[in-house]
């Protein structure tokens, strides 16, 4: 090899390196909803890859990152088609992503380089998930996500959950067919509610909207994401035959259509008012309901858009405009420890208070030991803390040591940061269960926050819903050892809790009211109150849907809960574990002795022998019933539930969606398709 050769290396190699890193980065930010880069980040290693993929174009790629955008879909790592439930359907225009600047200079020469004379509109750039919204005779027929930038998945089922959206448009100055194109986010008001939601279930928290309207629009159960409150700005038409020669003016016309169209889109005529709009939503965007992450410049006439034409993965008339994300340096004071109500040690930052976007921050959550360790911050340092995006304030960083403005040497030096081995509330050693990053303490009955944690999720709203017993009440309790465990609730006597401080007869009668009042709470409610681990509200539901006794749910296997729709692996061994705890079956037997309804509707036996001797197959989604409530009806009238598509199939089950690999199965096979009307029908 020679001497350039052995140059050229490690520049070829960080180029593979670069490939690999940001494919993975692709596909936690697009699919997991995990983002391990920021935006920045990002776009620089983005724009080191294409600087040595134009040094050496002997190794261009077409699957290179730097030829095709981010992908939403499953198919790069799972080998299917699509999102589990979704049907992929290819765009008919590709949808691309927008070339980014991340500063005010790069923005001004991008603007001066335009003919001169243009147009260009600036618009926010939302922060969430794109969608392409298909309408055919003033029908919406489809709701496709990016995916790969030519074909995405159809969520239509859940984009008809978001009011501002219409279904259908009664006019007659509508195109046969347009297309519109936006952003689904989730305002941050509900995502502030859905995190408190799943902070209170120990379920890993969203980062930002972005991430939590990701992952709703991906959910099976439309009326979970309806719950969920997503919301959409539009900001893009195409089609043929369409009115109007500039962007804004197709804007205008949507608008008049009924569509949610931003009233700040403005447009400008020179560089000087493009600089103005950004400057004014730099501040101002902080008052919106919404997330957003910078501003959007497109070309206005759409005959210059045209003529400008694209690159590989980007428009040639539009570029992004990011606002840079705001961050402070402070102290990290010291880093305590909080135990949760299933155990997990969670470190915590306790920082000197700096002013971030509005708000004072003294504390932020360091999630994990590996965390910390990546970022090889401990006691003394002083750490970057950023707000920017994320709505919960995030370190990401730390200065140089070095840098005698920087840290205490006296703490960095003496104080190296280890995990602690043993629970901090009650001395047991930690557990770390391989395949997680978090440590927990398995002493469930003798830890106070794991003990007090329960009790307070048994008595939440949406659980056994007892008034009187909040948080403080419950610690008063439990240091009074009034309350042990949950089954203690209904042992409390008016005498006992009249005589303790701050409460009185009057309080007392209103907790045993609420008290007597939880006995008639139903049997899915009564399940998700016991806490067992990754059991939600909605979880809770489908499994007493199937079980509809504790005891028939006792005796379930991890393979029989599997067959539960959203109910894995991991979830189905929680069940099987805490049913397994002698300590979980003494209570449970405990609350049944106090008259809580550990059994739902009683089980229904065969209605009919409509079905008998039939294999049905259920694919998609369905409006009338779920899949669990059709796969009872199935068993009802004598058939047999299978999985997967065969020979002996007799007939699927075919709502919308359906599964394309399933679809394609049974056209192979010659196996009938029913549609949910039709089989009402038939076993009716």
Same mark, same amino acid.
């Given at each position: 090899?020679?001497?350039?050769?052995?140059?050229?290396?490690?520049?070829?190699?960080?180029?593979?390196?670069?490939?690999?890193?940001?494919?993975?980065?692709?596909?936690?930010?697009?699919?997991?909803?995990?983002?391990?880069?920021?935006?920045?980040?990002?776009?620089?290693?983005?724009?080191?890859?294409?600087?040595?993929?134009?040094?050496?174009?002997?190794?261009?790629?077409?699957?290179?990152?730097?030829?095709?955008?981010?992908?939403?879909?499953?198919?790069?790592?799972?080998?299917?088609?699509?999102?589990?439930?979704?049907?992929?359907?290819?765009?008919?225009?590709?949808?691309?992503?927008?070339?980014?600047?991340?500063?005010?200079?790069?923005?001004?020469?991008?603007?001066?380089?335009?003919?001169?004379?243009?147009?260009?509109?600036?618009?926010?750039?939302?922060?969430?998930?794109?969608?392409?919204?298909?309408?055919?005779?003033?029908?919406?027929?489809?709701?496709?996500?990016?995916?790969?930038?030519?074909?995405?998945?159809?969520?239509?089922?859940?984009?008809?959950?978001?009011?501002?959206?219409?279904?259908?448009?009664?006019?007659?100055?509508?195109?046969?067919?347009?297309?519109?194109?936006?952003?689904?986010?989730?305002?941050?008001?509900?995502?502030?509610?859905?995190?408190?939601?799943?902070?209170?279930?120990?379920?890993?928290?969203?980062?930002?909207?972005?991430?939590?309207?990701?992952?709703?629009?991906?959910?099976?159960?439309?009326?979970?994401?309806?719950?969920?409150?997503?919301?959409?700005?539009?900001?893009?038409?195409?089609?043929?035959?369409?009115?109007?020669?500039?962007?804004?003016?197709?804007?205008?016309?949507?608008?008049?259509?009924?569509?949610?169209?931003?009233?700040?889109?403005?447009?400008?005529?020179?560089?000087?008012?493009?600089?103005?709009?950004?400057?004014?939503?730099?501040?101002?965007?902080?008052?919106?309901?919404?997330?957003?992450?910078?501003?959007?410049?497109?070309?206005?006439?759409?005959?210059?858009?045209?003529?400008?034409?694209?690159?590989?993965?980007?428009?040639?008339?539009?570029?992004?405009?990011?606002?840079?994300?705001?961050?402070?340096?402070?102290?990290?004071?010291?880093?305590?420890?909080?135990?949760?109500?299933?155990?997990?040690?969670?470190?915590?930052?306790?920082?000197?208070?700096?002013?971030?976007?509005?708000?004072?921050?003294?504390?932020?959550?360091?999630?994990?030991?590996?965390?910390?360790?990546?970022?090889?911050?401990?006691?003394?340092?002083?750490?970057?803390?950023?707000?920017?995006?994320?709505?919960?304030?995030?370190?990401?960083?730390?200065?140089?040591?070095?840098?005698?403005?920087?840290?205490?040497?006296?703490?960095?030096?003496?104080?190296?940061?280890?995990?602690?081995?043993?629970?901090?509330?009650?001395?047991?050693?930690?557990?770390?269960?391989?395949?997680?990053?978090?440590?927990?303490?398995?002493?469930?009955?003798?830890?106070?926050?794991?003990?007090?944690?329960?009790?307070?999720?048994?008595?939440?709203?949406?659980?056994?819903?007892?008034?009187?017993?909040?948080?403080?009440?419950?610690?008063?309790?439990?240091?009074? *050892?009034? &309350?042990?465990? @949950?089954? $203690?609730?209904?042992?409390?006597?008016? /005498?006992? !809790?009249? =005589?303790?401080? #701050?409460?009185?007869?009057?309080?007392?009668?209103?907790?045993?009211?609420?008290?007597?009042?939880?006995?008639?709470?139903?049997?899915?409610?009564?399940?998700?109150?016991?806490?067992?681990?990754?059991?939600?509200?909605?979880?809770?539901?489908?499994?007493?849907?199937?079980?509809?006794?504790?005891?028939?749910?006792?005796?379930?296997?991890? *393979?029989? &809960?599997?067959? @539960?729709? $959203?109910?894995?692996?991991?979830?189905? /061994?929680? !069940?099987? =574990?805490?049913? #397994?705890?002698?300590?979980?079956?003494?209570?449970?037997?405990?609350?049944?002795?106090?008259?809580?309804?550990?059994?739902?509707?009683?089980?229904?036996?065969?209605?009919?022998?409509?079905?008998?001797?039939?294999?049905?197959?259920?694919?998609?989604?369905?409006?009338?019933?779920?899949?669990?409530?059709?796969?009872?009806?199935?068993?009802?009238?004598?058939?047999?539930?299978?999985?997967?598509?065969?020979?002996?199939?007799?007939?699927?089950?075919?709502?919308?969606?359906?599964?394309?690999?399933?679809?394609?199965?049974?056209?192979?096979?010659?196996?009938?398709?029913?549609?949910?009307?039709?089989?009402?029908?038939?076993?009716?």
């Amino acid at each position: 090899m020679d001497l350039f050769s052995e140059i050229e290396e490690p520049e070829r190699e960080e180029l593979k390196s670069l490939r690999k890193e940001l494919e993975e980065a692709n596909y936690k930010y697009y699919v997991l909803n995990m983002p391990t880069l920021s935006d920045r980040e990002f776009d620089e290693k983005m724009h080191r890859l294409q600087d040595l993929e134009a040094q050496f174009p002997d190794m261009f790629d077409p699957k290179s990152p730097t030829q095709h955008v981010g992908s939403d879909l499953n198919v790069q790592r799972n080998n299917v088609q699509g999102t589990k439930g979704f049907e992929t359907v290819k765009h008919k225009y590709p949808m691309l992503s927008l070339a980014n600047s991340y500063s005010r200079e790069e923005i001004e020469d991008w603007v001066r380089k335009l003919p001169s004379g243009v147009e260009i509109v600036c618009e926010l750039k939302y922060d969430g998930l794109s969608i392409s919204l298909w309408y055919e005779h003033g029908v919406l027929v489809r709701a496709l996500t990016r995916g790969d930038g030519v074909q995405g998945d159809d969520v239509i089922n859940n984009i008809k959950t978001i009011p501002s959206i219409p279904w259908r448009i009664e006019r007659n100055d509508i195109p046969e067919f347009f297309e519109l194109r936006g952003e689904v986010l989730l305002p941050w008001e509900r995502f502030e509610a859905l995190n408190k939601e799943r902070e209170e279930q120990e379920e890993p928290l969203f980062a930002n909207p972005r991430n939590a309207a990701s992952g709703t629009l991906k959910l099976q159960d439309p009326k979970e994401v309806a719950r969920r409150g997503l919301e959409a700005y539009l900001y893009y038409m195409l089609g043929d035959q369409l009115p109007g020669t500039t962007h804004f003016e197709r804007l205008e016309t949507a608008k008049q259509w009924g569509f949610h169209i931003s009233d700040a889109i403005k447009v400008c005529k020179n560089v000087d008012e493009v600089m103005a709009y950004i400057a004014y939503w730099d501040t101002e965007r902080k008052n919106l309901p919404v997330a957003t992450d910078g501003i959007v410049l497109k070309v206005n006439n759409l005959a210059q858009q045209e003529e400008l034409g694209f690159t590989a993965k980007t428009p040639r008339w539009a570029i992004a405009y990011k606002f840079p994300a705001e961050k402070q340096l402070t102290l990290l004071k010291e880093i305590t420890y909080q135990v949760g109500r299933t155990g997990v040690v969670t470190p915590v930052a306790n920082l000197e208070p700096v002013q971030l976007s509005g708000t004072i921050v003294q504390r932020a959550t360091l999630h994990n030991e590996d965390f910390i360790k990546s970022l090889d911050i401990r006691p003394g340092d002083r750490v970057w803390v950023e707000k920017g995006g994320e709505i919960i304030p995030k370190i990401v960083g730390r200065a140089d040591r070095n840098d005698e403005m920087s840290a205490t040497p006296s703490l960095n030096d003496e104080m190296m940061y280890s995990f602690p081995t043993v629970c901090p509330e009650c001395g047991a050693k930690l557990v770390r269960v391989e395949g997680e990053a978090a440590w927990r303490c398995p002493n469930e009955a003798g830890c106070p926050p794991q003990i007090k944690g329960k009790i307070e999720h048994f008595v939440s709203r949406k659980a056994m819903n007892i008034d009187g017993l909040g948080e403080e009440t419950i610690d008063l309790l439990y240091q009074k *050892e009034l &309350l042990h465990n @949950i089954a $203690d609730i209904y042992d409390l006597k008016l /005498e006992d !809790i009249a =005589a303790q401080e #701050r409460l009185g007869e009057k309080s007392a009668q209103n907790m045993l009211a609420g008290i007597e009042a939880s006995k008639q709470v139903p049997w899915a409610r009564v399940l998700f109150a016991l806490g067992i681990r990754m059991v939600g509200e909605t979880t809770a539901k489908k499994i007493a849907r199937v079980y509809n006794t504790i005891d028939s749910l006792q005796e379930a296997n991890s *393979e029989q &809960l599997c067959a @539960i729709e $959203d109910v894995g692996p991991q979830i189905a /061994e929680n !069940i099987v =574990a805490y049913f #397994r705890d002698e300590r979980n079956l003494a209570i449970i037997e405990r609350l049944r002795k106090a008259g809580l309804q550990f059994e739902g509707e009683a089980a229904e036996g065969p209605q009919s022998d409509k079905l008998a001797g039939m294999s049905i197959v259920i694919s998609g989604t369905f409006s009338q019933h779920s899949r669990d409530e059709y796969k009872a009806l199935i068993e009802a009238h004598g058939g047999k539930n299978v999985g997967s598509v065969s020979k002996k199939t007799s007939f699927i089950l075919a709502g919308e969606n359906m599964g394309p690999e399933k679809r394609k199965k049974a056209e192979d096979l010659g196996i009938k398709l029913m549609t949910e009307d039709k089989f009402l029908e038939m076993i009716q």
